[in-house]
Nanobody, 123 residues
Framework: DVQLVESGGGSLQSGGSLRLSCVASGFTVNAYYMAWFRQAPEKGREFLAAVRPDRTTHYPDSKKGRFTISRDNDKNTLYLETDSLIPEDTATYYC?????????????????WGQGTQVTVAS
């Protein structure tokens, strides 16, 4: 079975850094399209970053330079990092995976999703 398990969230300070991990099982991360989204209370799911099997990365224009997506094929793990947290980053962060991604990578249409990890940023 395919599983995605996020970790690394918690209560953090504004200006601090964040590194989220998403451990995958049931498939290999370098063969799938992988992405990070987040969802704040009463808001839709927001695209943050994606990486293709060929390692090409994609970011929304509004997030370029703030977040970095990467993967470790040996650990079968996806990462999301930032070093400039602001209170508006408070949300539940999800990783997602899809074997084909026959859609625009910024759309929340991935086949598999993790359970999410909560990030709360205090001012």
């Amino acid at each position: 079975d395919v599983q995605l398990v996020e970790s690394g969230g918690g209560s953090l300070q504004s200006g601090g850094s964040l590194r989220l991990s998403c451990v995958a099982s049931g498939f290999t991360v370098n063969a799938y399209y992988m992405a990070w989204f987040r969802q704040a209370p009463e808001k839709g799911r927001e695209f943050l970053a994606a990486v293709r099997p060929d390692r090409t990365t994609h970011y929304p224009d509004s997030k370029k330079g703030r977040f970095t997506i990467s993967r470790d094929n040996d650990k079968n793990t996806l990462y999301l990092e930032t070093d400039s947290l602001i209170p508006e980053d408070t949300a539940t962060y999800y990783c997602a995976a899809d074997p084909q991604a026959l859609f625009q990578l910024r759309q929340p249409l991935y086949r598999y999703w993790g359970q999410g990890t909560q990030v709360t940023v205090a001012s």
